[in-house]
């Protein structure tokens, strides 16, 4: 028998189907769901990632950066920068901002990042102010301001203010500083000066803190990273810090890309599991459709017919609803960038990102093929004498056709999402999972029906009737504790990272961070300054210690220069990091191997460090490592490996120096000062005013601030994960949905015999009840497992939940699961036996 041609098929498929989806509604909701949140979360990541590198230019301030730190280049160096393009230099510190006169009820003091610039600055972009005009050269004893330090200090233009040695008179507030994102992360409100009045601060001394950079802005046809690569081959022992407009940002670029791959893969998460809703929402449209698709296979219909129809009908309603998804997942970025102001580096305009969005309908259709065959293969080979028995005699047979194809549709799925992934291995895992938690849960299913089976039957009607329904014929007891379990996994998940997170910013650091940090101590008046605080604060607690800035330019052998990338996890290597020396153990550190230096060790330089960042490396005691310092290459010998305290707040130093390797080179102290509260502010003025160049920052709005940026990390992964929890709860509607023709017959036949309305919600509710309560643990289990994975591996905090609110959320989504479905049942209440018989 010949099979329907495809337009003939789509007539048929075209009538049959409801204008209002009735039945494909559940479909309908799962594939937007998925959808949107996949191409919402790309379209955001690619938008501001290809803002970041299309504004390359403004954000670096020029083609290419070269920094150094605690130096400047000499006159030599300069002079070869300058033969390559139009030249700008900048110097930028950490600094007090002081309010000259009538600091009213304002700080004294506020810490801010200063900025001298020449002439040229900037080489891109416009540096804007709220009111006037920016005009260059900007006079020695006037400086712009930031809003934040406006508010902070409550000033205007005209007001003056002291940085160091000199005072200086606002001479306006800058509305754009068009290579902000550029400088990275700050600690404070900027604020810009001329190089000529950077000086006049005399903020720059012997082993000072600050930062040099110059940029060029290169003559047309000339590659900016080619340039970069001379460069960083001809000064490879300098120390320099190189960057190009390509990757203008780097560190903004890799937290916007490995955050929005993490909320992808979330994403992806709940398109999968809404595929078992769709699979689930199938199923039921099919029960539904069951006496027509039998009616068509007795009146002649083939298998291939059947599967053309309803899978053009169903196409046609996952096509809209991936539609309307990729549409939502269009707009919605600019939803996202109004409501989140500031938060974001860059401010992105409304356009379409067309991979994101190709990528969203690609797993979308893919998803739904994938969940649609099995229900559709059983339509597709019963016979219709079974389709009609099917309620109460449901027989399934396996399709390896069906089998095959699903297979290779689940393949393309995992190739596709390992070949985009930034971290293939990463994404492996989410998904491997994913598809572990579901699969277990499935088994877990089937157990819980053969169980059932097996138990003796209980005396209370009600009971016996609730434990039947886990394993009479088309029960969906799998289903449902696929649905259940998943539902109660996220809420246990959810409330696991959140209450970990929270814990982490409000308890373990104030526990242990001291009440201040100061910078740029000069090195030779140590006692001065102990001498300061002891008499503002007889009993604080002090550590100070040599601060230097250091670049890891070889190890074991190799030039960093040369590798063609660092191994996973090395972000030692990445730029400049802090140097010290010290004759003891430095606090917060445990020795786990080798020996520490003599008091008076006067050999070879020894280095200790890092033994998580040794690790990283493949380095071990008795290896070598160079580090570029002031433009000094140092070769070391590894003499230790340390555990490091990160959470303590203290000097946590990654690389130490036996002290005979640095004491002489310049370099100012660095200081941790823990005493009461109270006496924060009385300390803080009496440093500057006897070390003016010194920076005093508070823990408290330090703290502030890395809390404030965890804040928006969490609302981002929480909200991301809400979608999946609706995705688990759409998943619960469509089991129930499926289960429904057959509950709808048992209500029938138990209000034949007698059975009141109640008694049948009863027995329905102590089903869904003994699922819940078996599941709570399971689900306890899974949820745990999957937070600390996310927690400890992933953001390498201390798992800290609060089992309190972790185990009231998970009754609480208990409750609401239970009470969504008792919802579901609520419709068999009304179904009336004489109309229900006539349509069996």
Not at 301 to 306: K, L, P, Q, V
């Amino acid at each position: 028998m010949s099979t329907l041609p495809w337009a003939q098929s789509w007539r048929i498929a075209r009538r049959d189907l409801h204008a209002g989806f009735r039945g494909l509604r559940l479909l309908f909701v799962c594939l937007l769901l998925g959808v949107g949140t996949l191409a919402a979360i790309g379209s955001l990541t690619e938008a501001i990632t290809g803002d970041l590198s299309a504004r390359g230019q403004t954000l670096l301030g020029g083609d290419v950066e070269v920094a150094m730190t605690q130096r400047e280049a000499s006159a030599a160096e300069k002079q070869a920068l300058r033969r390559l393009g139009r030249f700008s230099e900048s110097l930028r510190t950490r600094a007090m901002a002081q309010r000259v006169g009538g600091a009213g009820d304002g700080p004294a003091a506020v810490l801010t990042e200063l900025k001298g610039v020449d002439n040229a600055y900037p080489l891109y972009g416009a540096l804007t102010l709220k009111e006037g005009v920016y005009r260059r050269p900007l006079a020695s004893d006037r400086i712009l301001i930031g809003q934040a330090l406006v508010e902070r200090l409550r000033l205007r233009p005209g007001d003056r203010l002291r940085y160091g040695q000199a005072d200086f008179t606002v001479a306006g507030v800058i509305a754009d500083e068009p290579d902000r994102v550029g400088e990275g992360f700050t600690l404070g409100p900027v604020a810009i000066v001329s190089l000529d009045g950077f000086r006049r601060t005399g903020l720059i001394q012997p082993g000072s803190l600050f930062t040099a950079k110059y940029r060029l802005r290169l003559p047309p046809g000339v590659d900016a990273q080619a340039l970069r690569a001379t460069l960083e081959k001809r000064h490879a022992s300098q120390g320099w810090q190189y960057k190009d407009r390509d990757r203008a940002a780097p560190g903004a670029n890799r937290f916007i890309e490995r955050m929005g791959q993490f909320l992808s893969l979330i994403g992806l998460t709940a398109l999968v599991i809404a595929g078992i809703g769709v699979s689930s929402g199938v199923a039921s449209y099919l029960a539904l459709k069951r006496g027509g698709i039998a009616t068509l296979k007795v009146l002649g219909a083939t298998a291939a017919d059947i599967e053309r129809i309803y899978l053009l009908q169903i196409g046609a309603v996952a096509a809209l609803a991936i539609g309307c998804g990729l549409f939502i997942g269009a707009l919605a970025p600019s939803l996202i960038i109004a409501l989140a102001g500031d938060v974001l580096p860059v401010q992105p305009g409304l356009r379409l990102h067309a991979m994101p969005l190709a990528t969203s309908a690609i797993y979308g259709l893919l998803i739904g093929y994938i969940f649609t065959l099995p229900p559709l293969a059983r339509a597709r080979t019963e016979p219709a004498a079974a389709i009609f028995r099917a309620l109460v005699d449901p027989r399934h047979k396996r399709d390896m056709r069906t089998i095959a194809r699903v297979a290779g549709a689940a393949a393309v799925l995992i190739a596709l999402v390992l070949l985009m992934a930034r971290e293939p291995l990463f994404a492996a895992s989410v998904l491997g999972a994913t598809g572990g938690v579901i699969l277990l849960l499935l088994l877990l299913g089937h157990l819980v029906s053969r169980i059932a089976r097996r138990l003796p039957r209980p005396r209370r009607p009600l009971l016996r009737l609730a434990l039947a329904n886990l394993h009479r014929p088309g029960a969906q007891t799998a289903a449902l504790v696929v649905a259940l379990g998943l539902a109660l996994t996220l809420f246990v998940t959810m409330a696991g990272i959140q209450t970990s997170l929270n814990a982490e910013i409000a308890h373990t650091v104030p526990s242990r961070a001291p009440n201040l940090f100061v910078l740029d101590v000069p090195s030779a008046q140590e006692g001065r300054f102990r001498d300061v605080v002891d008499q503002q604060a007889g009993d604080a607690k002090l550590n100070i210690v040599p601060a230097l800035r250091g670049t890891i330019v070889g190890y074991a052998g190799k030039r960093v220069a040369d590798m063609a990338g660092t191994p996973d996890g090395a972000w030692v290597l990445r730029g400049e990091r802090g140097v010290t020396y010290s004759a003891t153990l430095p606090e917060g550190s445990e020795l786990v191997a080798g020996q520490w230096w003599p008091a008076y060790y006067n050999g070879p330089p020894l280095l200790s460090m890092d033994a998580d960042q040794a690790g990283k490396l493949g380095l071990h005691v008795g290896d070598s490592m160079t580090v570029s310092i002031l433009g000094r290459e140092i070769e070391a010998r590894i003499a230790s490996l340390r555990k490091i305290s990160w959470d303590s707040m203290g000097f946590n130093y990654v690389l130490v120096f036996s002290p005979n390797s640095l004491a002489a080179a310049p370099h100012s102290l660095t200081a941790t000062i823990t005493m009461p509260p109270a006496r924060d502010g009385a300390v803080t003025r009496a440093l500057l005013a006897v070390f003016p160049g010194a920076s005093v920052i508070a823990v408290g709005d330090l703290i502030a601030q890395v809390s404030g940026l965890l804040d928006q990390m969490v609302s981002a992964i929480l909200a991301a994960a809400s979608i999946t929890i609706l995705a688990g709860i759409a998943v619960l509607v469509g089991a129930i949905a499926a289960s429904r023709q057959a509950r709808s017959y048992d209500s029938v036949i138990l209000k034949t015999l007698g059975a009141t309305r109640w008694q049948i919600l009863g027995a329905q509710g102590i089903e869904y009840g003994l699922l819940a309560a078996m599941l709570s643990l399971v689900s306890l289990a899974l949820g745990t497992l999957a937070a600390w994975f996310v927690i400890v591996q992933l953001f390498d905090f201390a798992w800290s939940p609060d089992w309190g609110v972790v185990l009231a959320t998970l009754g609480g989504g208990a409750i609401v699961t239970l009470g969504i479905g008792l919802a579901g049942s609520l419709p068999l209440m009304a179904v009336r036996p004489a109309r229900a018989l006539r349509q069996l």
